[in-house]
Every structure is written in structure tokens, then in C-alpha cells.
Nanobody, 124 residues
Framework: QVPLVESGGGLVQAGGSLRLSCAASVRTFNYYTKGWFRQPPGKEREFVAAITWNGGRTSYADSVQGRFTISRDNGKNTVYLQMNSLKPEDTAVYYC?????????????????WGQGTQVTVSS
């Protein structure tokens, strides 16, 4: 059992779309900032997107701005990442994470809870 569980990854051609989901088994996670990070093969984990606990504010990495959308449905204890216009460079393991303190800098060190990741592969 882990705090967060990602799903929705898979193989898609460039230009296609995927929707990732992040489910929390414990309802209290609804009150945490949620973020998506990704780790390409052989590279460091990097920030993708974040959303406040009530969905009032979002933030995106420059590399995904305009293509990805983060959202959440606290009634379902779930956070989503809609990924459109996918590129081969988006290939990575995508991780859902939570910052229980608040709207802090999007650093890996500020996120205390992590899922185990879901693989996204974009072919050319």
C-alpha cells in the first residue's frame, strides 16, 4: 500500500494524447498540494505541473505549458494530468506527489509523498 497510485500511462504516437490519474486512498490527501513529476530514461526527475488543494491555482514547466493540463476532483480523491500534443521528449516515468505544507517551490525535496510512477512512451 502506497499513499498515491498513478494510472493511465502507455504507448502513444507523437501528437496523441493521454490522461494520467493519481488516486489517493486516504481522504486527507485532498487538502495537499499535488504535483506531477517525470523522469526520462537515464535523467533526473523533473517538475511537470502542480495544483493547489482546491484547484484554484496551477503551475507548469515551460516544456509542457499549453500542452498539459492538471486538474483534480477531490470528491474522487483523484488528480489528473491531461497530456496533449505529446512529443517523444515527453517519454518518461510520471510520478504523482503531494506537498502537505502548501504552495512551495516545485522541488522534489518539497514533496513528501510519492506514487510509484506510470510509464509514458511517445513514439515518433
Amino acid at each position: 500500500q502506497v499513499p498515491l497510485v498513478e494510472s493511465g500511462g502507455g504507448l502513444v504516437q507523437a501528437g496523441g494524447s493521454l490522461r494520467l490519474s493519481c488516486a489517493a486512498s486516504v481522504r486527507t490527501f485532498n487538502y495537499y498540494t499535488k504535483g506531477w513529476f517525470r523522469q526520462p530514461p537515464g535523467k533526473e526527475r523533473e517538475f511537470v505541473a502542480a495544483i493547489t488543494w482546491n484547484g484554484g491555482r496551477t503551475s507548469y514547466a515551460d516544456s509542457v505549458q499549453g500542452r498539459f493540463t492538471i486538474s483534480r476532483d477531490n470528491g474522487k480523491n483523484t488528480v489528473y494530468l491531461q497530456m496533449n500534443s505529446l512529443k517523444p521528449e515527453d517519454t518518461a516515468v510520471y510520478y504523482c506527489a503531494s506537498d502537505p505544507v502548501g504552495w512551495r517551490s516545485p522541488d522534489v525535496s518539497n514533496y513528501d509523498y510519492w506514487g510509484q510512477g506510470t510509464q509514458v512512451t511517445v513514439s515518433s
